[in-house]
């Protein structure tokens, strides 16, 4: 299958560039700016792969992207919890930029979309509740990562349904792992706990991990499945709390503090001053709002991907003990 994989310079594109590449699939690979060094080298590395310009806010460029291909993966997005710049515009790049990138390959007749949502448009569940699948919304949606995520998902089969695209949807969890060349706030929360963010107590909290390549290994398998239909969460079977990571992480290398505590709940609403007072101090990366926090209180991530295991045959490979020490790795 000839593929086009947007975004493809990001933690998630370039993996999945390298995992359909590695596939024997011929790629196209866009980024917004062809001419940006840190945007192309380490995809010219790969060898073997169609680097294009393509501008989210610019269908032109996207309908010149498509042009004789057979899936799109759409994976460009502002994975952001801290705005760097307007929180909008994360909402506006996921909204409008992905609805460009589906009537684009509408456009075109392409056989599939692959369209990267989140697990946070499935939502957490209260501690000790069920377990969350496919077939529920998150209706929480004050953090604008997570609003940016689900209303472009809905948007996406609203589009889909009446236009009769053929489209699948990929919700990743919090994605660790090797192969990004600048961190991601799941790369920045690892890098936190290695400096010591959670030394003086850890959040009570868990976080739905997944490592890099086996998202992109599941991606590759909804773009070669021609059964593939619908929403496909994937993550991890086991999601390990932040006093889990951190003592994981621990095992790996001894010099990454482990945490002293596990807040109670009641604590919880201080995480977002830790975490400025941290960042002033120390150099932690920023990961937590006041909203983040609030919508994470009293619950937990409990997801189902049994429909992955069952109709992708997709399963986790990497252990989080793995997926942690890679990380640190790329991270010295």
């Known amino acids: 299958m000839n593929c086009l994989v947007t975004g493809a310079n990001g933690h998630l594109g370039f993996a999945l560039t390298r995992c359909l590449k590695q596939a024997g699939h011929p790629v196209r690979a866009s980024v917004r700016d062809t001419t940006d060094p840190s945007r192309v080298g380490h995809l010219e590395e790969l060898g073997g792969i169609e680097i294009v310009e393509a501008d989210l806010f610019r269908p032109e460029t996207i309908e010149r992207a498509v042009q004789e291909i057979d899936v799109v993966f759409q994976v460009a997005a502002a994975y952001e919890f801290i705005p760097r710049t307007n929180a909008e515009?994360?909402?506006?790049?996921?909204?409008?930029?992905?609805?460009n990138v589906l009537k684009a390959a509408r456009k075109a007749a392409v056989s599939k979309v692959v369209f990267t949502s989140s697990c946070v448009s499935v939502g957490v569940t209260?501690?000790?509740?069920?377990?969350?699948?496919?077939?529920?919304?998150?209706?929480?949606?004050?953090?604008?990562?997570?609003?940016?995520?689900?209303?472009?998902?809905?948007?996406?089969?609203?589009?889909?349904?009446?236009?009769?695209?053929?489209?699948?949807t990929v919700l990743p969890g919090a994605i660790g792992g090797p192969l990004f060349k600048s961190p991601t706030p799941t790369i920045d929360i690892i890098q936190g706990i290695r400096m010591g963010s959670v030394r003086f107590g850890a959040?009570?909290?868990?976080?739905?991990?997944?490592?890099?390549?086996?998202?992109?290994?599941?991606?590759?398998?909804?773009?070669?499945?021609?059964?593939?239909?619908?929403?496909?969460?994937?993550?991890?079977?086991?999601?390990?709390?932040?006093?889990?990571?951190?003592?994981?992480?621990?095992?790996?290398?001894?010099?990454?503090?482990?945490?002293?505590?596990?807040?109670?709940?009641?604590?919880?609403?201080?995480?977002?001053?830790?975490?400025?007072?941290?960042?002033?101090?120390?150099?932690?990366?920023?990961?937590?709002?006041r909203e983040l926090i609030h919508s994470l209180r009293g619950k937990e991530w409990k997801l189902d991907t049994g429909k992955a295991k069952r109709e992708l045959g997709w399963r986790p490979q990497v252990s989080l003990r793995q997926s942690l020490a890679d990380t640190l790795e790329a991270l010295s």
């Not at 515009?89 to 409008?96: F, G, K, M, N, P």
């Not at 077939?135 to 209303?151: F, G, I």
Request: negative net charge; proline residues 9%.
């Open 126 to 168: 209260p501690r000790g509740g069920p377990t969350l699948n496919e077939s529920h919304w998150n209706q929480e949606l004050k953090v604008p990562y997570v609003r940016a995520k689900t209303l472009a998902e809905r948007k996406a089969w609203e589009f889909a349904e009446s236009e009769g695209l053929h489209l699948v």
């Open 203 to 289: 959040p009570q909290t868990n976080l739905p991990y997944v490592d890099i390549r086996d998202v992109a290994k599941a991606h590759l398998l909804a773009g070669e499945s021609a059964a593939a239909s619908g929403r496909y969460l994937i993550c991890n079977d086991h999601l390990p709390s932040f006093s889990e990571l951190a003592e994981t992480m621990n095992g790996v290398d001894p010099q990454v503090p482990r945490p002293a505590m596990v807040l109670p709940d009641a604590l919880l609403p201080l995480v977002p001053i830790f975490d400025r007072i941290s960042h002033r101090i120390q150099g932690t990366p920023r990961v937590m709002t």
């Open 89 to 99: 515009e994360i909402i506006r790049t996921s909204l409008e930029g992905g609805m």
